[in-house]
């Protein structure tokens, strides 16, 4: 298995509708989880952190499956401006390793009005 | 607060050129990194550094060298430019620790070898 994989899409979403997706991973060791955003021709931005409680910041929330590594994104009620990348992202490292993070290729969604 | 710099934005090159690009972060970031992200691959890291003088080699080394002479400054070396390093290079820092795990990205510098 390649250790972090999301499908690239692109998932096209009506607007207001709710959308999810997922990131699989290798590592089990792997003790944090993260998702970014990239809007395009932009650099990547933190959008939130998942834990082994999940992790919910308004309309979103990331859940966290340890047994069948994996973690997902939930988007509500979406907006025009959610079309972006999302970018999962795993440390290879149980703490913080500078060379420790390996990026997915992300997953492009557009939210259509 | 200007968090993370990256100069230049774009740049052109002839195949055989050779070019610096510079980052700089006014965050007091212990690590600084360099990545390359092209269509279809994803992020790659090129180079990182753990602190002033100190710099390491990530996945994607070769054709690159780095510099970290300043805590806040992270360049990155080509010495001669290929086509196959037309790519996307982002610079990025964090804290150290579990701080590593949170990345703040320059806007990226678009680089394209002919």
């Known amino acids: 298995r390649k250790e972090v994989e999301q499908d690239p899409g692109p998932f096209n979403v009506p607007e207001g509708a709710t959308v999810a997706f997922n990131c699989t991973y290798s590592n089990s060791a792997s003790q944090s989880f993260f998702w970014y955003r990239q809007d395009c021709r932009k650099e990547p931005k933190l959008l939130m952190s998942?834990?082994?409680s999940g992790n919910e910041d308004g309309r979103f929330t990331a859940q966290l499956n340890r047994a069948s590594q994996y973690i997902s994104l939930l988007i509500r009620d979406s907006k025009l401006s959610d079309s972006a990348t999302y970018l999962c992202?795993?440390?290879?490292?149980?703490?913080?390793?500078?060379?420790?993070?390996?990026f997915g290729k992300g997953t492009h969604l557009i939210i259509q009005p | 607060n200007a968090g993370v710099t990256q100069t230049p934005k774009f740049r052109v090159l002839k195949t055989g050129q050779s070019m610096t690009l510079l980052c700089a972060q006014d965050?007091?970031?212990?690590?600084m990194y360099w990545y390359r992200q092209d269509p279809g691959m994803g992020l790659r890291l090129i180079h990182y550094s753990v602190g002033e003088g100190t710099t390491a080699k990530g996945e994607v080394p070769d054709g690159y060298n780095v510099s970290r002479l300043k805590k806040q400054n992270f360049l990155l070396g080509l010495e001669s430019a290929a086509p196959s390093q037309t790519s996307v290079y982002f610079c990025?820092?964090?804290?150290?620790?579990?701080?590593?795990?949170?990345?703040?990205f320059g806007a990226g510098s678009r680089l394209t070898v002919l």
């Open positions: 992202v795993v440390p290879s490292y149980s703490g913080g390793g500078a060379d420790g993070l390996t």
């Open positions: 965050m007091n970031h212990e690590y």
């Open positions: 998942v834990y082994s």
């Open positions: 990025a820092s964090s804290f150290r620790g579990l701080g590593a795990n949170v990345l703040t």
